[in-house]
């Protein structure tokens, strides 16, 4: 008795308010077959986000022995936090359209961020038409790619993300805001999740940070008359009496101009200016750790040192040379031998020697 008309109490109102509800809603609804949105009920509200605590960031790497300081950007100010993401989303695969394939795929930090191959195929499968180069050192470049055509770290890391992993920034922007430790990351380093923007800055920021030192020629260049072999020494006399420093200019090696050695049939720097007089001239390329970064040239055809070599001191492969910097001389095996020892010496180690941990 007692019990059935407490039910009757606490039942009789929730209808009522049920009932009420269903009136209130229903009330504005004239046609319900013109506006079925108008019948859906409100989506539930998110969950809360799981809370990421990160440890502080990995401190910018020391400076090794005779590295060269990258150049600052007022625009995306390096700093250790930044660094150390575009790190990790350098060898993410989830930066990639399908989920295949990372940057380092084709820049491998043992082959001094090179591939290791002649040409190399982009997610969906076309063809690279020129050869993966060293990363090591981007900092102080003044251009980017063999022709020069992007001018500046951002935007050669937002052209790749597209170009070579087929990713479509927005969308994966978003993939990377869906990992709650990625998002901190960008929260960390630049107070907003990942966005189209910020995830080349942030690749920009390892590059900048992304750099090579303490070989056995810094080392002689820093007083210990030891560090270089018998043969290094002759193979750098060879190499400064021969001009080679004309364009290859310590401490990089590289002089960042634009030169024609003749080879292969690639229009070069004219794809970027479309300057007849630039037709078949590329980027010096960096000799910092050159004997990790076979095969040779823009087109990678020359699989060995030696062989790259040979053809440099024959002063390219057109006959008068085309650069008036390139000056033939005639060096025998021994002589090819010295200056390999010589580019070996330059061999150093890494600020970034390894792959991150993903998150
Ligand atoms: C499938 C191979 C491949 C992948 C993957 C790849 N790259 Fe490269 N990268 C290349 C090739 C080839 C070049 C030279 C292209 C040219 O000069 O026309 C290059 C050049 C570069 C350069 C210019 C270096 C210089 O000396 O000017 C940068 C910077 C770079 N890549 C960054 C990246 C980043 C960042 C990613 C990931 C978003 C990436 N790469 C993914 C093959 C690849
Ligand atoms: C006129 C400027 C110039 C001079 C002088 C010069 N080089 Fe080069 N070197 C280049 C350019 C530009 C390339 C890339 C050319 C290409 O890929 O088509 C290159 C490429 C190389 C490579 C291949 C590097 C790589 O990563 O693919 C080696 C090794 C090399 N040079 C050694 C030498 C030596 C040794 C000498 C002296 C005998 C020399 N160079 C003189 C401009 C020069």
Same mark, same amino acid.
């Given at each position: 008795?007692?019990v059935?008309?407490?039910v ?10 049920v009932?009420?509800k ?21 989506? #539930? ?13 990995r401190?910018l790497?020391?400076?090794?022995l005779?590295s060269?300081?990258?150049?600052a950007?007022?625009?995306? #100010? ?11 989303l ?10 295949s ?9 043992d082959?001094?961020?090179?591939? $290791?191959n ?18 090591? $050192? ?5 251009s ?22 087929g990713a479509?920034p ?10 709650p ?6 929260v ?30 810094d080392?002689a ?14 193979g ?11 364009c ?8 960042f ?19 007849e007089?630039?037709?078949?001239k590329f ?20 699989k060995?040192l030696?062989?790259a070599?040979a ?6 492969a ?7 910097l ?34």
């Open positions: 008795m007692h059935r008309s407490l009757g109490v606490v039942v009789v109102p929730v209808v009522f308010v009932a009420c269903t009136a209130e809603t229903k009330k504005p609804e004239p046609a319900p077959a013109a506006q079925p949105v108008a019948a859906k009920p409100a989506p #539930p509200p998110p969950p809360p986000e799981p809370k990421v605590e990160l440890p502080p960031a401190p790497p020391k400076a090794p005779g060269v300081e990258p150049k950007s007022d625009d995306n #100010p390096l700093t250790a936090e930044k660094a150390e993401l575009g790190w990790t350098f060898f993410d695969p989830r930066l990639s359209k399908d989920g394939m990372a940057c380092a795929q084709c820049h491998h930090t082959k001094a961020y090179t591939s $290791g002649v040409m190399d195929a982009k997610v969906g499968g076309a063809m690279n038409k020129r050869n993966s180069p060293t990363m090591v $050192g981007l900092g102080v470049h003044s980017f790619y063999w022709d020069g055509r992007m001018p500046t770290l951002e935007a050669v890391s937002a052209a790749a993300w597209k170009g070579q992993l479509d927005a969308v994966s922007a978003k993939a990377l805001n869906d990992v430790v990625y998002k901190a990351m960008f960390r380093a630049f107070g907003a999740s990942a966005s189209p923007e910020n995830v080349p800055q942030a690749l920009a920021s390892f590059f900048r940070a992304l750099n090579t030192g303490n070989s056995a020629w080392k260049q820093a007083g210990d008359a030891t560090a270089l072999s018998k043969d290094a020494k002759a750098e006399a060879l190499f400064l009496k021969a001009g080679c420093a004309g290859h200019a310590p401490p990089l090696f590289s002089d101009a634009f030169h024609a050695l003749g080879i292969g049939d690639d229009a070069g720097r004219f794809d970027a200016t479309k300057d007089a630039d037709r078949g980027k010096t390329p960096s000799l910092r750790n050159v004997a990790l970064t076979a095969p040779y040239f823009h087109d990678g055809h020359a060995t030696e062989e070599i053809l440099m001191a024959k002063g390219g057109v006959t008068p040379p085309k650069d008036p390139l000056k033939p001389v005639k060096w025998n095996p021994k002589q090819i031998a010295q200056v390999k020892a010589y580019l070996e010496s330059l061999t150093g180690e890494l600020t970034f020697p390894e792959a991150p941990k993903l998150p």
